[in-house]
């Protein structure tokens, strides 16, 4: 079963095995307003945890997308490049950025799960 990770940066990791899917939470494409444009990272590029994996710009603001995890890119969202407006309308599911090769399943420990998370949105 896949389980969802948040960052306070407001990106999202979704593990299943190995494989870790990433983009930024439902919250953020919110705050970022209409999404204009995904700048995706190459496939085969290695990524640390907290190192800029992508950028996104919206009407608002230009933002660079931390990796909530360190990996391999394996996998990216290429329908994004074409229609970035999906980051608004499904940013937790159809518009998905990056699937990683996880590096260290030990990284997850730093993460909030959706309940911490959910906690952590009632704080800001």
């Not at 290695?46 to 391999?72: F, M, N, R, T, W």
């Not at 159809?94 to 990683?100: H, T």
């Amino acid at each position: 079963m896949s389980e969802f990770y948040f960052t306070k940066e407001h990106e999202w990791v979704k593990v299943d095995g190995n494989s870790a899917v990433c983009g930024i939470s439902e919250h953020a494409a919110h705050e970022l307003g209409d999404v204009t444009f995904v700048e995706l990272p190459a496939v085969g590029k290695q990524v640390k945890q907290e190192e800029v994996l992508a950028a996104i710009e919206s009407v608002k603001a230009a933002s660079d997308i931390d990796a909530p995890v360190s990996g391999k890119v394996v996998k990216v969202n290429t329908e994004l490049e074409d229609a970035p407006e999906k980051v608004n309308e499904s940013a937790e599911e159809a518009a998905w950025m990056v699937e990683l090769e996880l590096a260290d399943a030990g990284e997850l420990t730093a993460l909030m799960t959706r309940e911490q998370y959910d906690e952590y949105l009632k704080s800001l």
